[in-house]
């Protein structure tokens, strides 16, 4: 099938074929000074003391758990309404992931009264994901972490470039963690990103990132140490040379990236905003967007499964952001389902759909889907 309007695209060109070819002519595939150099450019962008750059936005979530200590018998609040890996990572260190309902209708963020009623003597940190770029209300979280003694760690996996009172995603918590997968504003393919104001937790990271070792082959290669000890339990979370130097011309094309998103997002919202059998979140929200993704909610009336293959038919390519977490079969046999009651997350999960945004569609095609909707909408009603 060959898509009319793809829901996202890779924003490269010649420059990205041009940078992976002069690593490759360098002969240094990984972890030398264009991961460096990323990392550094990372940080100025974030406005951050340290960017520790991985192998994927997993890896960072992974990391991130283990930096903060978080082990078994601790309890993780996280949403449901997000990509699994938000919650594996709290699995990976053995910890309980408890989930959070959503706002609203109109903000797929967490909400901030179910946290509080979420809240127990076991529970040690929040992971903040904000939803689609759209920046969750770190005023209230933060209060209510400080109330409590909980880290916050950001999943900013879709907010690259976003903002709360002009501080960066990312920097509004412990940790912020950060995905480079290859639908995201910033794709290397696989990769990602942590960051901390922490020289100590910056320090832990850098080692639990290569097996705990004390020294990287590009130091011993330039004969800077002859050998290593391994003083921690790590990981091969490193990021290749290749990943670094798309990342590197993917953040200076970030901000116009991000501006072309905002755009078409705004055009989306006006031309779809009256329209009968869907309502658009984050419509009113207050802080800036990296306008990762586009969402609507159908109407309880509206059969999605249809609608989805309606515009297929069209090759308009569409998704479903998320099924909920706790409704996946592995979560189902190792949580309490009795014990979960989610019903904003459960009905989002049940009538959401993504439609296409990427800084390469022309406003022609956000008003081609729009048209395409405003026809396809009457013939799926139940
Ligand atoms: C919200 C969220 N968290 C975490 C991840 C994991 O990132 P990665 O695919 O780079 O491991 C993703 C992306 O896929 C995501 O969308």
């Known amino acids: 099938m060959k898509w009319k309007v793809t829901l996202s695209d890779l924003n490269f060109d010649q420059r990205e074929q041009k940078a992976v070819e002069r690593v490759i002519k360098s002969r240094w595939l990984t972890m030398g000074e264009t991961v460096e150099r990323l990392e550094r450019d990372f940080s100025d962008f ?4 340290h960017a520790i750059a991985v192998s994927s936005g997993t890896a960072a979530l992974h990391l991130a758990m283990r930096v903060l ?5 601790d309890e993780v609040i996280v949403p449901s309404l997000s990509f ?4 594996n990572a709290i699995l990976y260190v053995g910890a309980k992931p408890v989930f959070v309902d959503i706002t609203g209708w109109d903000d797929f963020n967490l909400s901030c009264e179910d946290l509080k009623k979420k809240i127990n003597p076991k529970t040690k940190a929040i992971v903040v994901v904000h939803y689609g770029g759209y920046v969750a209300d770190m005023e209230e979280i933060k209060r209510v972490a400080r109330k ?8 900013a996996a879709h907010a690259i470039g976003a903002k709360s009172n002009s501080k960066m995603a990312g920097n509004l918590g412990d940790i912020g963690c950060f995905s480079f ?17 922490s020289d100590q937790h910056a320090k832990k990271l850098k080692l639990l990132r290569s097996h705990g070792m004390t020294s990287m082959t590009l130091s011993r290669h330039k004969g800077h140490a002859y050998s290593y000890d391994v003083v921690e339990l790590g990981y091969n979370y490193r990021m ?15 901000p116009d990236a991000n501006e072309k998103r905002r755009i078409l997002t705004e055009l989306y919202m006006t031309k779809l905003k009256d329209v009968d059998g869907l309502s658009i979140p984050f419509r009113e929200y207050p ?3 990296s306008y990762h993704l586009f969402p609507v909610l159908l109407n309880r009336i509206v059969n999605r499964e249809k609608f989805m293959e309606l515009l297929k038919k069209e090759r308009i390519q569409s998704s479903i952001h998320y099924p909920p977490i706790h409704t996946f079969s592995y979560y189902r046999r190792i949580i309490n389902r009795k014990e979960i009651q989610l019903p904003l997350t459960e009905y989002a999960g049940a009538h959401e759909v993504t439609l296409p945004l990427h800084p390469l569609l022309e406003k022609k095609d956000v008003i081609l889907v729009c048209d395409k909707i405003k026809e396809i909408l009457p013939l799926t009603l139940r």
Do not use: C, H
Request: hydrophobic share 45%; aromatic share 6%; glycine share 10%.
């Open 46 to 49: 974030i406005g951050i003391k």
């Open 69 to 73: 200590e978080i082990e078994a018998g």
């Open 84 to 87: 699994v890996a938000s919650s």
């Open 148 to 155: 409590y003694k909980l880290f916050i760690i950001e999943d």
């Open 181 to 197: 997968f290859s639908n995201k504003n910033l794709a290397t393919g696989e990769g990602g990103m942590i960051v901390t104001q």
């Open 240 to 254: 290749t040379e290749m990943a670094a130097a798309l990342g590197i011309l993917q953040l200076k094309k970030l």
């Open 287 to 289: 802080r800036p967007s």
